[in-house]
């Protein structure tokens, strides 16, 4: 391959924050609440101009997690700011019907069900309020180029945007960009599962809108339905293959959208039509960081209490073992250690690409856990911070008691 040397050049520092987070997704929208509630100067960073990842950007519009699916489901294991969202929807008429078979609970504080359907636009709104509403400075349509590394600290990040290449000065970073690519480029170790033994595929979401009374057992909100739609395994670290991906599931939708007419023909009676196709496929694993601990699929059958928990996931294993194994307990913990990567100081992972397994992560990769992971990520990045520690050396009880103080489920 040809090479081009690239001039060096000084670049601009526009900013200088407590804590930086890289990628405005469910976990990175709680973990920048998070750290802007408890006093630290916080920037976001998200590549689109709204918040919420794959649940807006992907129409992924299902929200799991929340308790155990089936009994044992009495205790609501995720709850805090997660919590505090669905709630907000609700007084908004942000809430849709889950397709999930799950006990109904009142939806009221500490009494959520399993999952709920939510209007993406009003997410959106939800979202982004909260994060202005805690002083979270946000910085759209910025991508994330490059960690600014002092041997193995890192001191910063450099984004691109529409101003151009600058730098942005942080005490702590917070990975939030779902594939671990802040950790990944400042040279911590990770994995990935291969391309033939991956076991979740990818898929674009549409949304059908006309649908009035018609049958259809799908993620609903008044006369629209999101549907999963063209579906593929592709590998999703590398600008080609996504492109792949997008061009091939884009261009399937039409037949795909006549077959699920084929098969419900009161929806195609009602006029349905293809309303929406989401800005972005819905990619569900890419990288895994290796941290100071990785989550094991026996931790997540046996509901492993671990003593630095400031997470838990209830959510089913939906694929790995051929079928949708449900937990036969109240949800395994996640441990501080899986956010703290081996190697590289002054970053915290959160969401999707924290330290696991491919079998826990099937459950906690559930955008409920995902948020109450976020919270865990965005208060300890404060605390480093303010206190002026790595966050491998952060005192786990101090971010214990400021999460279950601030509403998080530990069980502690």
Same mark, same amino acid.
């Given at each position: 391959?040809?090479?081009?040397?690239?001039?060096?050049?000084?670049?601009?520092?526009?900013?200088?924050?407590?804590?930086?987070?890289?990628?405005?997704?469910?976990?990175?929208?709680?973990?920048?609440?998070?750290?802007?509630?408890? +006093?630290? %100067?916080?920037?976001? #960073?998200?590549?689109?101009?709204?918040? /919420?990842? !794959? *649940?807006? @950007?992907?129409?992924?519009?299902?929200?799991?997690?929340?308790?155990?699916?089936?009994?044992?489901?009495?205790?609501?294991?995720?709850?805090?700011?997660?919590?505090?969202?669905?709630?907000?929807?609700?007084?908004?008429?942000?809430?849709?019907?889950?397709?999930?078979?799950?006990?109904?609970?009142?939806?009221?504080?500490?009494?959520?069900?399993?999952?709920?359907?939510?209007?993406?636009?009003?997410?959106?709104?939800?979202?982004?309020?909260?994060?202005?509403?805690?002083?979270?400075?946000?910085?759209?349509?910025?991508?994330?180029?490059?960690?600014?590394?002092? +041997?193995? %600290?890192?001191?910063? #990040?450099?984004?691109?945007?529409?101003? /151009?290449? !600058? *730098?942005? @000065?942080?005490?702590?970073?917070?990975?939030?960009?779902?594939?671990?690519?802040?950790?990944?480029?400042?040279?911590?170790?990770?994995?990935?599962?291969?391309?033939?033994?991956?076991?979740?595929?990818?898929?674009?979401?549409?949304?059908?809108?006309?649908?009035?009374?018609?049958?259809?057992?799908?993620?609903?909100?008044?006369?629209?339905?999101?549907?999963?739609?063209?579906?593929?395994?592709?590998?999703?670290?590398?600008?080609?293959?996504?492109?792949?991906?997008?061009?091939?599931?884009?261009?399937?939708?039409?037949?795909?959208?006549?077959?699920?007419?084929?098969?419900?023909?009161?929806?195609?009676?009602?006029?349905?039509?293809?309303?929406?196709?989401?800005?972005?496929?819905?990619?569900?694993?890419?990288?895994?960081?290796?941290?100071?601990?990785?989550?094991?699929?026996?931790?997540?059958?046996?509901?492993?209490?671990?003593?630095?928990?400031?997470?838990?996931?209830?959510?089913?294993?939906?694929?790995?073992?051929?079928?949708?194994?449900?937990?036969?307990?109240?949800?395994?913990?996640?441990?501080?250690?899986?956010?703290?990567?081996?190697?590289?100081?002054?970053?915290?992972?959160?969401?999707?690409?924290?330290?696991?397994?491919?079998?826990?992560?099937?459950?906690?990769?559930?955008?409920?856990?995902?948020?109450?992971?976020?919270?865990?990520?965005?208060?300890?990045?404060?605390?480093?911070?303010?206190?002026?520690?790595?966050?491998?050396?952060?005192?786990?009880?101090?971010?214990?008691?400021?999460?279950?103080?601030?509403?998080?489920?530990?069980?502690?």
């Amino acid at each position: 391959m040809a090479k081009y040397r690239e001039p060096a050049r000084e670049i601009d520092i526009t900013g200088e924050y407590d804590v930086v987070v890289v990628g405005g997704g469910v976990a990175g929208s709680v973990a920048a609440i998070a750290s802007a509630r408890n +006093k630290a %100067k916080t920037l976001l #960073i998200e590549q689109f101009g709204f918040l /919420g990842g !794959t *649940a807006t @950007a992907s129409l992924m519009n299902n929200i799991n997690g929340f308790r155990n699916q089936v009994e044992p489901d009495g205790t609501q294991t995720v709850k805090g700011i997660a919590e505090e969202i669905i709630l907000r929807l609700k007084e908004i008429g942000g809430l849709g019907k889950s397709p999930y078979k799950q006990k109904d609970y009142p939806t009221t504080k500490g009494n959520l069900s399993y999952s709920y359907c939510i209007d993406p636009e009003k997410f959106k709104y939800t979202v982004l309020d909260m994060a202005v509403e805690s002083d979270v400075d946000v910085l759209f349509h910025s991508y994330f180029s490059m960690p600014i590394l002092e +041997k193995d %600290k890192i001191k910063g #990040i450099i984004v691109e945007n529409k101003s /151009g290449r !600058t *730098a942005i @000065a942080a005490k702590i970073v917070i990975d939030a960009t779902g594939d671990g690519d802040v950790a990944a480029r400042a040279g911590a170790p990770f994995w990935e599962a291969k391309h033939e033994d991956k076991k979740l595929v990818d898929g674009l979401m549409y949304k059908i809108s006309g649908i009035k009374d018609a049958p259809f057992a799908n993620c609903r909100y008044g006369d629209s339905s999101v549907v999963w739609g063209p579906a593929m395994v592709w590998g999703h670290n590398d600008a080609w293959e996504i492109s792949h991906s997008e061009i091939a599931t884009r261009l399937e939708v039409y037949n795909h959208f006549k077959h699920v007419l084929d098969a419900n023909p009161g929806l195609k009676a009602s006029g349905a039509y293809v309303a929406e196709t989401p800005v972005m496929l819905g990619i569900r694993q890419t990288r895994f960081i290796e941290s100071e601990y990785k989550l094991t699929a026996d931790d997540a059958i046996t509901g492993r209490r671990f003593e630095d928990v400031v997470a838990i996931s209830s959510a089913p294993i939906i694929n790995y073992y051929g079928y949708r194994r449900f937990l036969t307990h109240e949800g395994y913990d996640i441990p501080y250690r899986s956010l703290v990567p081996r190697k590289i100081d002054n970053v915290v992972i959160t969401g999707r690409c924290i330290s696991s397994e491919q079998q826990p992560f099937e459950s906690h990769r559930s955008m409920a856990p995902m948020m109450a992971i976020g919270q865990a990520s965005g208060t300890a990045a404060a605390l480093c911070a303010k206190g002026g520690v790595v966050p491998r050396k952060l005192d786990v009880k101090l971010l214990q008691k400021t999460l279950k103080d601030q509403g998080q489920e530990l069980r502690i």
